[in-house]
């Protein structure tokens, strides 16, 4: 894991624009990539469940190599991706409380509570979305969390579930919340269906309610209030954040990464490096995959995450399909990366 960061706390702005924890998306790789196009943005980890991260953490304390190994997957990350949230799901103060420690030895800059995601196996666990039917029980969490260390404790959730989605009930659980010590709300503006819906419909056929999330933070000024949700271009950030403290952008930041290039000049006031360009965050990675190879890693798990890094321009086909061979190959190494940006940067991308 990375060593501590700065006491001070390096989150304080940067949740301006933040990258949407992504399970299977925002691995510790694709964040390290991302770092190449944005390096003043908030990025999150995938969930981790608390309950997990209690058992590896025991096992790896009693010397199990394999348990050391498997919490390095989990909460591992590199340096450069500061400022870092690690979100947690669960509903048990005490397994959320060690959790919080855990985060903060490791170095992370914030940890945050998924109350948002409504899949079949997340609600199994009791946890994400289905516990806004109990905000009593997610302030005992929030309050044990903010007790167990320094780092700031925040929430990412919908603006309701299944029937209960009026903004009055919006209202009420931020407010429990806020009072338990939540200190900002990642608020995606579509209600959860818990039944009848699959993660990916949930993402998309709830009506986007935007107009709730500023609703909310006109009334609670005082709170810090971030919309995620609807997101799909800069022009659109830059928006909300005329309403909103953050905004968060997820399958969009995956799915077309250099769209974001501008951020840090056009939503941070920060030019003091040029937009990122294809060609840069390929060899912006070299370092990194030096690093990681040297350790026993494979590339393509690097590799994997810059399908789209080039895209709507003549040859990317054939250059996605160049790297995806010559990266799969398990003795494939950074001069795969150093190749590719070669590649790009003779044809000026």
């Known amino acids: 894991m990375a060593e501590a960061h700065s006491p001070l706390n390096p ?26 196009i944005t390096r003043r943005s908030l990025l999150y980890t995938e969930m981790v469940v608390a309950q997990a991260l209690h058992h590896v953490q025991g096992a790896a304390r009693g010397g199990d190599a394999r348990a050391q190994a498997r919490l390095e997957r989990l909460i591992g990350f590199d340096a450069c991706e500061h400022p870092i949230a690690l979100q947690v799901g669960g509903d048990d103060p005490a397994l959320l409380a060690e959790a919080t420690r855990i985060a903060a030895d490791g170095g992370y800059d914030e940890i945050n509570l998924n109350l948002g995601c409504p899949s079949e196996k997340v609600q199994k666990g009791r946890f994400g979305a289905c516990l806004m039917a109990e905000p009593e029980q997610v302030a005992r969490c929030i309050a044990a969390m903010a007790a167990a260390s320094s780092l700031p404790v925040t929430v990412k959730h919908r603006i309701g579930i299944d029937a209960r989605d009026s903004y009055a009930e919006l209202l009420a659980f931020v407010d429990t919340l806020a009072g338990a010590g939540a200190q900002r709300f990642s608020i995606h503006a579509r209600k959860a269906w818990l039944e009848g819906l699959d993660p990916k419909q949930n993402r998309t056929i709830p009506p986007l309610r935007h107009d709730l999330v500023h609703r909310l933070k006109q009334e609670r000024p005082q709170l810090t209030i971030e919309l995620n949700g609807g997101l799909l271009e800069l022009e659109a ?23 974001w290039a501008p951020v840090d000049r056009e939503l941070f006031g920060d030019a003091s490096q040029p937009p990122a360009s294809a060609s840069s965050v390929v060899r912006g990675l070299i370092p990194y995959a030096e690093r990681w190879c040297s350790q026993g890693g494979r590339l393509w798990a690097i590799a994997r995450h810059l399908v789209q890094v080039v895209e709507g321009v003549s040859g990317a086909r054939h250059w996605r399909r160049d790297l995806g061979q010559a990266a799969g190959d398990r003795r494939a190494g950074p001069e795969v990366l150093a190749a590719a940006a070669r590649q790009l940067e003779q044809r000026g991308l």
């Open 237 to 259: 950030c830059r928006a909300a954040l005329e309403h909103v403290d953050g905004v968060m952008v997820g399958r969009a930041a995956y799915d077309h990464p250099l769209r």
């Open 11 to 36: 989150v304080v702005g940067a949740y301006r624009f933040s990258v949407a924890p992504m399970m299977d998306y925002t691995d510790r790789h694709f964040r390290v990539l991302m770092r190449q």
